[in-house]
């Protein structure tokens, strides 16, 4: 079986999908690589290096000539540059990626019109057994770390507390709103650089993480009985319930010098947590990074890729912090390939094993068809007959 890397096409994505060190692992399962000219130079690997670990170097179209295609966007999510990929599918072809197929459904009904078998690498199940396949954690980890980077860059102040000769500074202060896995990170690592810390999530059960990263826990009078789904995610809350969260951040907000946003509920359009009139209450040099942007964004105001300045406030709404660390979320990513790629093929690939849960649930389309329940719904596509099971993963 062929398997090939292709360079990635997205404006700005400096991913690549799979690392050379991690060319080894895939000939050990029998698969020969094949790896797109210069598909790892914007990460920091060459051709040669790819050469030295036994993959062949072909061209985009004998990349798709291959019979199972890595990518770290595809379908969807790869934007423009999908109309070309779209028309090298071959029937029988496997891709394997981020699709966006809960909202870029069409590229996936695409890529299935043509006969294509599409693993969505975003609905990889949030198990045990699957944590090292999970890509949305590899990548939201390190897209924190960049997310507190970029405040403390923008800042007019410095993060640590500092006592020299010429007097002491006062250390700054950061909030983080959301503590999933980039907020955690977020915290962590403001803290490395010495910030005064404090973290809100809707989900109670986050409390003990955040102190244990040494970072206060922001406590607001709700009800937060009912926030969190069974599978460890937020749930979208009533108008009536952000909007009294809104009323108690106000302060904690206004007295930040960064609040770094991350704040998601899967599958649906973020939360407000930060209102224009809370922006309008923070001093001028405060810094916002708002990385739900691309998701409607936590805080109003906050625009794709755009740098807003309202009131000497600047809000940053970066949509694609992983790229900025091309060398090491390509080595975390391509080890969350290398395990899904050994686990779907110890299953049988290309034949997929739909009593697996890892299997099934990342299964966009296969043999003409979207067969995702989820995505079929979304798409307005009647069930299959028989219904295919049901997907543990939430969206
Ligand atoms: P996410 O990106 O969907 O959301 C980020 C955070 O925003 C979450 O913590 C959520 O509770 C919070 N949030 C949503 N609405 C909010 C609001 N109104 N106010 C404040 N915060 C709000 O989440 P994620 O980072 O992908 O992780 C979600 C959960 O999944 C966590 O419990 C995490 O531990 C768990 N997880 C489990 C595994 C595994 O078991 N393999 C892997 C990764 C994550």
């Not at 045990?128 to 507190?148: E, F, K, P």
């Not at 001028?284 to 309202?310: H, K």
């Not at 290309?350 to 649930?361: F, G, M, N, T």
Request: glycine share 10%; proline share 7%.
């Amino acid at each position: 079986m062929q398997v090939a890397v292709v360079k990635e096409v997205f404006p700005g994505e400096r991913r690549v999908a799979l690392v050379p060190a991690a060319v080894p692992a895939l000939a050990k399962l029998g698969l020969a690589v094949r790896v797109e000219s210069g598909a790892g130079v914007a990460a920091g690997f060459s051709d040669d290096e790819y050469r030295a670990a036994g993959a062949s170097i072909v061209s985009r179209d004998e990349a798709f000539a291959a019979d199972c295609v890595l990518s770290v966007r595809s379908c969807g999510a790869c934007g423009e540059g999908w109309c070309a990929d779209r028309d090298r599918l071959r029937p029988g072809v496997v891709l394997v990626g981020m699709c966006d197929p809960l909202t870029a459904f069409d590229a996936c009904r695409e890529a299935a019109d043509r006969g294509a078998s599409v693993f969505a690498l975003e609905l990889v199940p949030r198990i045990t057994r699957a944590q090292s396949m999970d890509v949305l954690s590899s990548q939201a980890n390190i897209a924190g770390y960049r997310a507190v980077l970029l405040a403390a860059n923008a800042l007019p102040r410095i993060l640590p507390m500092m006592t020299t000769a010429a007097g002491t500074l006062t250390p700054a202060k950061v909030l983080v709103l959301g503590a999933g896995v980039a907020g955690l990170q977020a915290i962590a690592t403001a803290k490395r650089l010495g910030a005064q810390v404090s973290a809100y999530d809707v989900r109670p059960a986050v409390k003990e993480q955040v102190q244990s990263l040494g970072a206060k826990f922001v406590e607001l009078p709700l009800e937060t009985g009912a926030s969190e789904t069974a599978g460890g995610y937020a749930k979208a809350m009533g108008e009536e319930f952000y909007a009294k969260q809104r009323e108690l951040l106000g302060k904690v907000v206004a007295d930040s010098d960064v609040v770094v946003c991350t704040a998601l509920i899967p599958g649906q359009k973020a939360p407000v947590l930060v209102t224009a009139d809370m922006v309008a209450r923070m001093r001028p040099g405060s810094v916002i990074v708002d990385m739900a942007a691309e998701r409607g964004g936590n805080c109003e105001g906050s625009r794709p890729d755009q740098t807003v300045v309202v009131g000497g406030v600047t809000i940053l709404g970066p949509t694609n912090l992983p790229a900025e660390a091309p060398f090491h979320t390509s080595q975390l990513y391509s080890k969350n390939v290398v395990t899904f790629l050994t686990h779907l093929v110890k299953s049988g690939l290309p034949e997929v094993a739909l009593d697996d849960e890892i299997c099934r649930d990342t299964l966009v389309a296969k043999g003409g068809a979207i067969v995702h329940p989820k995505i079929r719904e979304r798409a307005g596509l009647p069930p299959l007959e028989p219904p295919a099971a049901s997907p543990s993963q939430p969206a």
